[in-house]
């Protein structure tokens, strides 16, 4: 089964600097999807990114962008300018496109990072 | 449409009582998902919906578990003979089509005592 490993419990951030964080993959599988969510305190979870595996170009939604290393089963998420609503849980998530494997049409999630981002 | 809708918000129950969850999904999404998540942890695939099929339930899901989506609209899943170790928050979340992430709820937060 594929597993999703995020290192970084939590991290901190100063209002508008960047920081990146750290997502590792493990599979075996050539179809899949990786996806960053983000979930405030008491919020609901929302999508931020989303990269297709056979897509070599790293996905960008404004101030977030990945660094997606297909050889190292590395997705790092990058945020830009932070701001105070950017402070959150985030999720690193795999989904896997490869009919009749384990994990085919459902997302598997990591640990999650806290982010604290401070005025 | 105004996204995924679940009921209730919260449910406090006491050990050994049934519990039903209802989730509304985006009404043109397809595919509808449960998923558990505790404290300070990431979310875990409980089951999954195409249409009203159930097409994978997890091993977590014990026997006091079970989900429906009649007519491949709302779904409900219900836990019977609760366990404290059911606390936990219950999302649901739907998609339209493969790999293009899912639209979450904003959970039924379940606590047994």
């Known amino acids: ?119 | 449409d105004t996204g995924v809708s679940q009921d209730p918000r919260h449910k406090i129950t006491k050990r050994g009582q049934n519990v039903t969850f209802r989730c509304d999904p985006i009404s043109e999404h397809n595919r509808l998902y449960w998923y558990r998540q505790t404290l300070g942890q990431g979310p875990e695939f409980l089951t999954y919906f195409q249409n009203e099929a159930q097409l994978e339930k997890s091993r977590l899901l014990s026997d006091r578990f079970s989900a429906e989506r009649p007519k491949g609209s709302f779904s409900t899943l219900e836990i019977q003979r609760t366990e404290q170790g059911d606390s936990a928050m219950y999302l649901c979340a739907s998609s339209l089509a493969m790999g293009y992430g899912y639209t979450f709820g904003s959970g039924t937060r379940l606590t047994v005592v």
Not at chain 1, 68 to 85: E, M, R, W
Not at chain 1, 97 to 109: C, E, H, I, V
């Open chain 1, 1 to 119: 089964a594929q597993t999703v490993t995020q290192s970084q419990p939590e991290m901190s951030v100063q209002e508008a600097e960047t920081v990146t964080l750290s997502c590792t993959y493990d599979t075996s599988e050539s179809d899949y999807y990786l996806f960053w969510y983000k979930q405030p305190p008491s919020r609901q979870m929302i999508l931020v990114i989303r990269q297709e595996a056979y897509k070599q170009q790293n996905a960008t939604e404004n101030r977030f962008s990945v660094n997606f290393q297909k050889a190292a089963k590395s997705f790092s998420l990058k945020i830009s300018d932070s701001q105070l609503g950017d402070a959150a849980m985030y999720f690193c998530a795999y989904f896997s496109g490869n009919a009749g494997g384990t994990s085919y049409g459902k997302l598997t999630f990591g640990q999650g990072t806290i982010l604290t981002v401070h005025p």
